[in-house]
């Protein structure tokens, strides 16, 4: 099993940037697929970015181009740098792994979250 922690969230002013990080305490070389998360007050989750074990990478069209997502298996971290900072990227950000298994089968890990919050 694996637990996923999720740190440097906190309160900066638009156009600011922040770097998320997700410790893991067990190996995530399981995780064949890590990604943040984000839910803002009154939404439902959306999806920010994905990376493979193999370093490919996805992001949702309203982040692309500012968030940077990457991972180190050695460490066990995954780390999404924000830039350019919008007061809509306002949400608790919540990290996310994947394990895939037999017969189209799977198992999610969640961090509990932390608070991003982009207000001047």
């Known amino acids: 099993q694996v637990q996923l922690v999720e740190s440097g969230g906190g309160l900066v002013q638009p156009g600011g940037s922040l770097r998320l990080s997700c410790t893991a305490s067990g190996s995530i070389f399981r995780l064949n697929v890590m990604g943040w998360y984000r839910q803002a007050p009154g939404k439902e989750r959306e999806l920010v970015a994905t990376?493979?074990?193999?370093?490919?990478?996805d992001y949702a069209d309203s982040v692309k181009g500012r968030f940077t997502i990457s991972r180190d298996n050695l460490k066990k971290e995954m780390c999404l740098q924000m830039n350019s900072l919008k007061p809509e990227d306002t949400a608790v950000y919540y990290c996310?792994?994947?394990?895939?298994?037999?017969?189209?089968?799977?198992?999610?890990?969640w961090g509990k979250g932390t608070l991003v919050t982009v207000s001047s």
């Open positions: 996310k792994g994947i394990r895939s298994m037999s017969w189209g089968r799977s198992e999610e890990y």
């Open positions: 990376i493979t074990n193999g370093g490919s990478t």
